[in-house]
Each structure stands twice: as structure tokens, then as C-alpha cells.
């Protein structure tokens, strides 16, 4: 599965949209982008995948860049409750391993 | 409700111990998978299986064991072998669709500490 590369840290204010990056230029034709999240000492949950077009859920939003090396997870009104740390995660179809990085830690502010 | 349950959510036990984790699902998944996480790092698969009676193993499978004799459950045994057993463990069950890759429940993890 490719590589994916999430910043450490990222602030948010409350209300504001929290944009969350991930690079993952060595991404397969095959492989999915999918997007989890943990909340301190729980375990992670599911938030969005997409393959090459843009994504949207009760949750977030997912934008693919056409050359599918980088993507974008969108909270479009993060609240407190939103932090946590979000991975994102590219893998192929065959096989269900996830592959966990070190994910970004969002704080949303008041 | 339907999800899955880990017990307990926080285990004590002595070095040299084995100590078994449960883990089990009523959301009629076909794979069931194993997570260890250490504080402040991502998740590491130990081991998973795709089917009843079958299991393989993930990326630090050395020190523990697992069975899968009915399809609701997962059990994980940490053995004495395990170097430092002490972290957060996550079962995790998923169906097997054949569509596309399918998306990962996950369990509220139990916490190990061996003394």
C-alpha cells in the first residue's frame, strides 16, 4: 500500500472548516483514500473513501486532486467534539489491512 | 445494538502471564482484525482472518496468538514471549463485500498493563 503523509498538528477554530491534507504521491491506480479518525483512548471511526472523484457524507467532505497524489478531508463546521486524530490511509482493493501512519492531531478551539 | 464489544476495557497483569483479550462482533462480519497501538503512534496489525478457521499473521504477530473458531469472535492471546505487551489493543471486524475495499469497524480497545 503507498505511503501517505499527514502533518502532525493542525488548530481549528470552532464553526470554521477544518481542512486536513495527506499526500500520497506514489498512490496506485487501484488504491483507495480513506479517511479514519481516533478520539483520545477509543477506537478509530470510519469518516470517508473515495477512489478518484470528490466525496461528501453526513460527516465530511473528500476532494482528490486529478493525479490523485494528494488529498483534502473537509470538517465544513468542526465543533469541539471533532477533535482527534485523523488518519488517512490509501490502500488496494484486495485485502482489508489498513495501514495506519501517524495521523494529524486536529484541536478545535473555542 | 449491533457493534463490537471488547473486555475489559482496562487489564492488569504480572510479567510472564499469558492473558487473553476478547473480542466479539454481532454485526455478522466474515474478517476480523487485531491493532496494537503505542502511545502517541498509529495502528500495527498483528494478526487478522477473512474467514472462520483461518487467521494470518500482520506485521507483529511474535508473542501473541489468536483463534477464530466462530465467526462472532476473535479472541487474542498475549503470551509471555511478547517483549512489551503493555499498549492499547483494537479488535476490528469487517464484511466481505467483494466490492470495494470495505471499510473497518472498530471496538473501544482494551488497555494492557503488565506489571
Known amino acids: 500500500d503507498a505511503k501517505t503523509t499527514q502533518p502532525p498538528s493542525m488548530d481549528c477554530a470552532e464553526g470554521r472548516a477544518a481542512n486536513l491534507p495527506c499526500n500520497h504521491s506514489?498512490?496506485?491506480?487501484?488504491?483507495?483514500v480513506y479517511w479514519y479518525r481516533q478520539i483520545h483512548s477509543q477506537g478509530p471511526q470510519y469518516i470517508i473513501h473515495?477512489?478518484?472523484n470528490n466525496e461528501t457524507n453526513e460527516m465530511a467532505s473528500l476532494i482528490i486532486t486529478e493525479d490523485r497524489k494528494s488529498s483534502t478531508l473537509i470538517l465544513p463546521h468542526a465543533t469541539l467534539r471533532d477533535t482527534a486524530v485523523y488518519y488517512c490511509?490509501?490502500?488496494?482493493?484486495?485485502?482489508?489491512?489498513?495501514?495506519f501512519g501517524g495521523g494529524t492531531r486536529l484541536m478545535v478551539k473555542p | 445494538d449491533g457493534g463490537i464489544t471488547q473486555s475489559p476495557k482496562y487489564l492488569f497483569r504480572k510479567e510472564g502471564q499469558n492473558v487473553t483479550l476478547s473480542c466479539e462482533q454481532n454485526?455478522?462480519?466474515?474478517?476480523m482484525y487485531w491493532y496494537r497501538q503505542d502511545p502517541g503512534q498509529g495502528l500495527r496489525l498483528i494478526y487478522y482472518?477473512?474467514?472462520?478457521?483461518?487467521?494470518q499473521k500482520g506485521d507483529i504477530a511474535e508473542g501473541y496468538s489468536v483463534s477464530r473458531e466462530k465467526k462472532e469472535s476473535f479472541p487474542l492471546t498475549v503470551t509471555s514471549a511478547q517483549k512489551n505487551p503493555t499498549a492499547f489493543y483494537l479488535c476490528?471486524?469487517?464484511?466481505?463485500?467483494?466490492?470495494?475495499?470495505?471499510?473497518?469497524?472498530f471496538g473501544p480497545g482494551t488497555r494492557l498493563t503488565v506489571l
Open positions: 490511509i490509501v490502500r488496494v482493493r484486495a485485502g482489508n489491512m489498513l495501514t
Open positions: 506514489t498512490i496506485s491506480g487501484n488504491e483507495y
Open positions: 473515495g477512489l478518484k
Open positions: 476490528a471486524s469487517s464484511p466481505r463485500t467483494g466490492g470495494s475495499p470495505d471499510t473497518q469497524y
Open positions: 482472518s477473512q474467514i472462520v478457521n483461518d487467521f
Open positions: 454485526l455478522n462480519h466474515d474478517a
